[in-house]
């Protein structure tokens, strides 16, 4: 099994189950970037330079959605399967 090792903010919520609605744990963006975030920041692996974290609500947000134009919102959060609830079968494991 393969390890990767991601830092996230402590106060990040844990990352739920896979199918479960997003809570923006940010764990998925902070392991590798997804198709739209290697097309923004021309990085293959890593943490994507999109992941943004937002301090009043205590969870991330993807800086591509965040700092879209209101017209392209809908697309990019279409893109990236918004929608669709947490698609990360990453297990997440870390200090408590
Ligand atoms: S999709 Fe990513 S940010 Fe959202 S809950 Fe799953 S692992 Fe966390
Ligand atoms: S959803 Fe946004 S922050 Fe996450 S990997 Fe994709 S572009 Fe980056």
Redesign the pocket.
Known sequence: METTVVWLQPAAPR??A?G??????????AAEPCPLGILLTRRLRGRCAALTWDEAAMR?HCGAVTRSPAPLRRLVLRWIGAAQ????S?AADGPD
């Open positions: 990352k739920p896979e479960a609605p997003c809570n923006g744990c940010g764990l998925c963006c991330y609830g947490c698609d990360s990453l």
